[in-house]
């Protein structure tokens, strides 16, 4: 029961993230049947949406590379007086 409880409850979800009608006519070509509401007001979102991204981006893989592989290895390293009380 739970399961078909949640399979209906994700294609419900799903659906929802359609765009309705009214808002696709709204909506710049490619952007359309995606998201909801007005589109972009001007060539500024873009670029602003842009930069965001490649921000995000670059963070994340940051995140991910330093997460991985820190790179700290000298003894004088602040995280070995957290890390090495003796």
């Not at 949640?6 to 009608?21: D, E, K, R, S, Y």
């Not at 952007?31 to 001007?42: A, D, E």
């Not at 842009?50 to 602040?78: C, N, Q, R, Y």
Request: aromatic share 8%; with cysteine.
């Amino acid at each position: 029961m739970k399961k078909i409880l949640l399979i209906v409850t994700m294609l419900i979800t799903g659906l929802l993230a359609f765009a309705c009608p009214t808002c696709e006519i709204a909506q710049p070509r490619y952007l359309r049947g995606i998201t909801h509401g007005t589109g972009p007001q001007s060539d500024w979102d873009f670029l602003i949406i842009s930069a965001i991204a490649v921000i995000v981006i670059a963070t994340l893989f940051f995140s991910i590379k330093w997460l991985l592989m820190p790179g700290e290895k000298s003894d004088t390293h602040i995280k070995h007086l957290i890390l090495n009380i003796d």
